[in-house]
């Protein structure tokens, strides 16, 4: 199976995907570069689908909610 433009395997993809969220775990500060590449990578409707899941958690944790004017 090809991937996006690569060669990666299910398996090989999976396995760097692991490897990926440990790097980024322990160092907070290369999720920047990470983050950077995969919102330039995207396209419309992929933003769009991103800025409502964000919004849609956003929502669900915010304090807003339960205490009125919470951000001002």
């Known amino acids: ?3 996006n433009n690569n060669k990666l395997t299910v ?4 396995l760097l995907t692991k490897d990926l969220i440990e ?5 907070s500060e290369e999720l920047d570069w990470l983050c950077d590449g995969y919102v ?4 419309d409707k ?4 991103l800025r409502e899941y964000i919004d ?7 304090m ?3 205490i009125p004017g919470f951000h001002d």
């Open 56 to 62: 849609s958690k956003a929502k669900v944790n915010c």
């Open 1 to 3: 199976m090809i991937m």
């Open 64 to 66: 807003e909610t339960f």
């Open 40 to 43: 330039y990578s995207l396209n």
């Open 11 to 14: 398996t090989d993809a999976q």
């Open 46 to 49: 992929e933003v769009e689908e």
């Open 23 to 27: 790097f980024v775990s322990s160092r």
